[in-house]
């Protein structure tokens, strides 16, 4: 059996509701399906300013559009994420300054930023790694004392939960994705939530390529003109109804992920407890979508026989972000590899386990044994 590390989940109406799309003659962006879709989030959610746009990645670009972002402003963000995160500051002229981890959740560790804080730095850019909601009231608490902006990269936390909000509600702005690898996913697409009301007008100017469409449509202007920079950061509405599909079946698609969480957590439950590999700690008030799984392996080379031996049995896992500090842009910036050097240190030792929807159905069993024996060869129980 070959378990790859990703595998799209479709739950049987995406084909359908494509097709209604297509057949509608209305297939940009903001149509029918893109309304079911707001809709939705809306009354599941509470989303109330939010725009689908064509990748997170865009959403990311977006809200740092909508945030005033100008050149030489300072950024907060970890430097263990996808370079998407980084790109949205520095296209527009932005100066990343990278954070450490925390070690528990592998997002950043809050209690770094203050000391990282200069009369340049306009905002914070945490991320939700694997799902698991930053510690966002600390950072926001962090903000409101010098009047940041916090910007939440939830690519991968749609439907996760902290103290029981939503993920994405409680930063200014948050950006979600809708990529083949999450959870839910339209091939490509992305979410802009806006949490600043007075923000709301100008976002849809911004999605609309700086013009104010968005009040000919509502029928507040005979024409529209330019208004604004801004750019098409607007979700097809083919794809739009691709996610519409895979939304309708949030609660089913989260339930068999969380029959994996479960599963990974059995099997290193015994190596956490003893000190030998490092598991993911979410808070206790985090409720989990269950996007992924991860663990950190004692040293570097008990990473790769584990990936190697796994590879052998054609299950495929995956050695996660390579960081941005030490990466060559990161480099041509004046970070070292030594920089950040729990970043460094944890990056080199983590390893992805396989995560898709549809391996609650087949495949799980066969991962779980087969790891199972690895652990066992290499540990000796």
């Not at 607007?234 to 339930?255: N, P, R």
Request: contains cysteine.
């Amino acid at each position: 059996m070959r378990i790859p590390f990703n595998k799209p989940y479709l739950t049987g109406d995406e084909e359908k509701y494509m097709i209604d799309a297509l057949k509608s003659g209305q297939v940009c962006g903001n149509h029918t399906y893109c309304k079911k879709n707001l809709a939705l989030m809306k009354e599941k959610y509470g989303y109330d300013s939010a725009f689908l746009c064509p990748s997170g990645t865009a959403a990311l670009e977006m809200g740092v559009v909508l945030a005033d972002l100008k050149p030489g402003d300072e950024v907060i963000l970890p430097s263990y994420t996808f370079s998407s995160t980084v790109n949205a500051v520095v296209l527009f002229g932005g100066v990343p300054i990278f954070c450490e981890v925390d070690p528990k959740t592998m997002n950043i560790d809050y209690t770094k930023i203050e000391a990282l804080i200069t009369p340049k730095t306009k905002m914070i850019i945490p991320i939700d790694y694997a799902g698991v909601p930053c510690d966002i009231d600390e950072i926001m608490e962090i903000a409101l004392r010098h009047n940041l902006i916090v910007f939440q990269d939830c690519a991968q936390s749609y439907g996760s939960y902290y103290k029981g909000v939503p993920s994405g509600k409680k930063a200014h702005i948050a950006a979600f994705s809708f990529h083949e690898s999450k959870n839910y996913s339209a091939g490509e697409g992305g979410l802009l939530l806006n949490n600043v009301p007075e923000w709301h007008l100008r976002a849809t100017f911004l999605q609309e390529k700086g013009t104010d469409r968005s009040l000919v449509i509502n029928g507040q202007k005979n024409k529209y003109s330019w208004v604004d920079k801004g750019s098409s950061y607007l979700l097809s509405d083919v794809l739009a109804a691709m996610l519409y599909a895979q939304l309708e079946h949030e609660e089913e698609i989260k339930a068999k992920r969380g029959k994996l969480t479960e599963a990974y957590q059995n099997l290193f439950a015994p190596y956490a407890e003893k000190g030998i590999i490092g598991v993911f700690q979410p808070k206790e008030y985090v409720q989990l979508n269950h996007h992924a799984y991860w663990a950190v392996f004692p040293t570097v080379e008990a990473r790769a026989t584990f990936m190697s031996r796994l590879k052998e049995k054609e299950i495929y896992v995956y050695i996660g972000y390579m960081p941005l500090h030490s990466s060559p842009y990161g480099l041509r910036l004046g970070y070292k590899p030594e920089s950040l050097p729990l970043t460094e240190d944890l990056s080199n030792r983590i390893v992805r386990l396989p995560f898709y929807t549809s391996m609650a159905d087949e495949g799980l069993d066969y991962t779980i044994e087969n790891m199972k024996k690895v652990l066992i060869e290499m540990y000796g129980f």
